[in-house]
């Protein structure tokens, strides 16, 4: 499966944009870019997924570089219940096996 | 719409012994995927059923198995618990097989003495 490397926590204010990076330098051509997030004392929850165009929806934006090696979350505004361990990952489908990383542990502060 | 549930939340059992662990799916949700989760760690994937036939399988030995019933909930089973099962283990369900994104339960949260 190909890597992902992603920061192991940022801090942020509430009410401000977050950009989570995430490195992921041997994608194949087939590989689609999901995130889940996973809120303290809870299972994960998917947050987007793309395979080459910026993608946004009601929870986060994605930018995706035009090599595809890097990709970037962005949370617009930041609310404290935004709070969790956000994980980037690799893969063909979104409902196929899930290899997850380390994540990045976001800390909101009010 | 009712989501993903476990059963039971927390369990408590000693070395040897073996564990039936529940998951009830969303609603119109046939594929099911297991995972265990390490205290500070992500998610390990275990095995995904997908309308009750075994749909591929993580690093993990032949003492994890699992069933899944016509009405598409599932259970994991492990036997010959060993320390290091201790873990959250989590079940998600997904509607329409693969591609669409996985719903999450809460989890169960399995201590092994």
């Known amino acids: 499966d190909a890597k992902t490397t992603q920061p192991n926590s940022m801090e942020s204010n509430e009410e401000e944009p977050v950009h989570l990076p995430c490195n992921h330098s041997?994608?194949?051509?087939?590989?689609?870019i999901h995130w889940y997030r996973q809120l303290p004392s809870q299972g994960p929850e998917y947050v987007i997924h793309?395979?080459?165009s910026n993608v946004n929806n009601r929870m986060a934006s994605m930018a995706i570089a035009e090599d595809r090696k890097s990709s970037t979350l962005i949370l617009h505004r930041a609310t404290l219940r935004d709070a969790a361990v956000y994980y980037c990952i690799l893969g063909w489908a979104a409902g196929n096996k899930l290899t997850f990383g380390g994540g990045t542990r976001v800390l909101v502060k009010p | 719409e009712t989501g993903v549930t476990q059963s039971p939340t927390h369990l408590i059992k000693t070395r040897g012994q073996q564990v039936t662990l529940r998951c009830s799916s969303q609603s119109g949700h046939n594929t099911v995927s297991w995972y265990q989760q390490a205290l500070g760690q992500g998610p390990q994937f275990i095995f995904q059923?997908?309308?009750?036939?075994?749909?591929g399988r993580g690093n993990f030995p032949p003492r994890f198995s699992g069933l899944q019933f016509p009405n598409y909930s599932s259970e994991l089973n492990v036997n010959a618990l060993e320390l290091d099962d201790s873990a959250l283990y989590l079940c998600a369900s997904t509607k329409g097989g693969t591609y669409n994104e996985q719903f999450f339960g809460p989890g169960t949260r399995l201590t092994v003495l």
């Open positions: 059923y997908y309308r009750e036939e075994e749909n």
């Open positions: 041997t994608i194949s051509g087939t590989d689609y």
């Open positions: 793309g395979l080459t």
